[in-house]
């Protein structure tokens, strides 16, 4: 998202997938965007556990930068290739529900402030926009019931609203080949997992991946058929990645049924 040439594939390849009669959903994070103007107005830039520690200062930037910048390139971008993107944040119409999440390092609690985990999603403002041939895209910034806007991790709320809207699979791109199997002794990425062989590999994740396999987890134990983990840095990699089996990057699926089917198949 921070390459020109790589975020016009990106919008091109969203409506490829539209014309082929699939029904996207664009999720979009903005971490160095956000990064860029913190240390543009002199705040604070730290990372806990994967996840950006939020003050109510930095909770300003995140909503400015996400909804007010990034969702408008993207929204932009899309829409150069005709009246389809339509940009929402969680907040609109209480697309998410959030409470505050809480993390901790090495076994020890610690504060992230304003960072929100998605406990309801309301799709239906979505599935109207779905219905009417529109492309959302949606700002990671959600609500909770006490009034408190929260931060929340792009990857986990695109697993949240895959799952509210029924999706048959979820993509997370990013800037990574995928999940590695013994980092950073060894850059070999592992092809495909269960649930239950990612559910035991966790604990042993890397901060940055820790939120997106979390995430992958997350959609296929709730029904998505499958999730998948993509290299975003070359051209098409969303569509090479949709329709090529098994790669490139990571592919998630749920555990396997009796009889070695996997639900869902």
């Known amino acids: 998202m921070v390459d020109p040439s ?12 539209w014309h082929a009669g699939l029904r996207p959903v664009v999720v979009h994070g903005g971490g160095p965007q956000i990064s860029a103007m913190l240390d543009r107005l002199g705040l604070e830039v730290r990372f806990e556990a994967g996840l950006r520690v939020t003050t109510p200062e930095t909770m300003d930037v995140v909503r400015m930068v996400l909804t007010g910048r990034v969702q408008r390139e993207l929204v932009g971008a899309i829409n150069v290739h005709g009246p389809f993107a339509v940009g929402l944040s969680g907040e609109d119409a209480h697309t998410m529900t959030a409470v505050r999440r809480t993390a901790s390092v090495d076994g020890r609690p610690v504060d992230i402030g304003l960072v929100g985990d998605v406990v309801a999603v309301d799709a239906s403002a979505i599935g109207a926009l779905l219905e009417r041939g529109h492309i959302p895209v949606i700002s990671p910034v959600a609500r909770g019931e006490d009034g408190q806007v929260y931060n929340v991790n792009a990857d986990l709320a695109a697993s949240a609203l895959a799952v509210a809207l029924g999706a048959d699979r979820l993509m997370v791109m990013t ?8 980092w950073p002794r060894s850059n070999d990425v592992i092809a495909r997992l269960n649930a239950a062989e990612l559910h035991a590999l966790l604990p042993r994740l890397a901060s940055g991946m820790l939120p997106k396999m979390e995430g992958c987890l997350r959609a296929v134990r709730a029904g998505v058929g499958r999730a ?16 090529t089996e098994d790669g490139p990057g990571t592919t998630v699926v749920p555990d396997e049924a009796p009889g070695g089917k996997e639900d869902g198949a």
């Open 6 to 17: 790589l975020h016009r594939t990106f919008a091109q390849d969203v409506v490829e997938l």
């Open 175 to 182: 800037d990574v080949e995928g999940l590695y199997a013994d």
């Open 228 to 243: 998948q983990v993509i290299d975003g840095r070359t051209p098409h990699a969303l569509l090479r990645g949709l329709f």
